[in-house]
C-alpha cells in the first residue's frame, strides 16, 4: 500500500526557510492531489496547501505569502517550502495524499520541525 | 474561511460506552465531512468520509451521521484502543479546516 515518508531538517532559525520533503513509496504520485497539514505541539491541525502531481496547487490564504509546494515526478516527492520563519511555525508536519474529494488518506508519521536560534 | 467547533471538548468513558461527539459547521458543507483519530505521538488516521462512510479496515461500532451543518460521530461500545483524539474535517472548499478536537479519556 502507498506509504509516505517526511525528511529535512528538525530545527530552522527565525526568518529562515523551512524545507521539507514527502517521498512516495509504494505507489505513483501521478494522477494524485497531496498535501501539507501542520501541528503544533498540543494543538489542532492546519491545512497548509495542496499540490496536484502535474503541479497545480492551491494554499492557505493564511500562509499563502510564504509557502510554495513542488512535486518531482521522477523521484515521486512533493516538498513544502515555508519562508520566514519563526517561534509560530514550530509544530509536527505531515504530508498526506488527497482522496476524493479533499479528504486526507494515508499520512505520514510526521517530522517536527523547531524554530529557534 | 469555514470555521469548525466541536463538543465536547474533552470526555472520560468507561469500556462498553457508547459516545457521540458533534462537530458543527459555520455554514452548510452538505456531506463533505470527514472523521479522523488521533493518537498520542501518531499522525491522524481516517475513520470516516462524506460525514458517513467507514473507511476500509475501520471497525463497523464507529459511526458517522449529518448533513448541512451539524454531524455526528458515534461509538458504539468504547474500546481501549479508541481512547484517543478526534478531529473532524470539512472538505468542501478551501482552504480545508479541521475542528479543535475531541479528547476521549478513560473514566
Known amino acids: 500500500q502507498v506509504q509516505l515518508q517526511e525528511s529535512g531538517p528538525g530545527l530552522v532559525r527565525p526568518s529562515e526557510t523551512l524545507s521539507l520533503t514527502c517521498t512516495v513509496s509504494g505507489g505513483s504520485i501521478s494522477g494524485y492531489y497531496w498535501t501539507w497539514i501542520r501541528q503544533p505541539p498540543g494543538k489542532g491541525l492546519e491545512w497548509i496547501g495542496y499540490i496536484y502531481y502535474a503541479g497545480n496547487t492551491n494554499y492557505n490564504p493564511s500562509l499563502k505569502s510564504r509557502v510554495a509546494i513542488s512535486v518531482d515526478t521522477s523521484k515521486n516527492q512533493f516538498s513544502l517550502r515555508l519562508s520566514s520563519v519563526t517561534a509560530a511555525d514550530t509544530a509536527v508536519y505531515y504530508c498526506a495524499r488527497v482522496d476524493d474529494p479533499n479528504w486526507f488518506d494515508p499520512w505520514g508519521q510526521g517530522t517536527l520541525v523547531t524554530v529557534s536560534s | 474561511d469555514i470555521q469548525m467547533t466541536q463538543s465536547p471538548s474533552s470526555l472520560s468513558a468507561s469500556v462498553g460506552d457508547r459516545v457521540t461527539i458533534t462537530c458543527r459547521a459555520s455554514q452548510s458543507i452538505s456531506k463533505y465531512l470527514t472523521w479522523y483519530q488521533q493518537k498520542p505521538g501518531k499522525a491522524p488516521r481516517l475513520l470516516i468520509y462524506a460525514a458517513s462512510s467507514l473507511q476500509t479496515g475501520v471497525p463497523s461500532r464507529f459511526g458517522g451521521s449529518g448533513s448541512g451543518t451539524d454531524f455526528t460521530l458515534t461509538i458504539s461500545s468504547l474500546q481501549p484502543e479508541d481512547f484517543a483524539t478526534y478531529y473532524c474535517?470539512?472538505?468542501?472548499?478551501?482552504?480545508?479546516?479541521f475542528g479543535p478536537g475531541t479528547k476521549v479519556d478513560i473514566k
Open positions: 474535517q470539512q472538505s468542501d472548499s478551501t482552504p480545508f479546516t
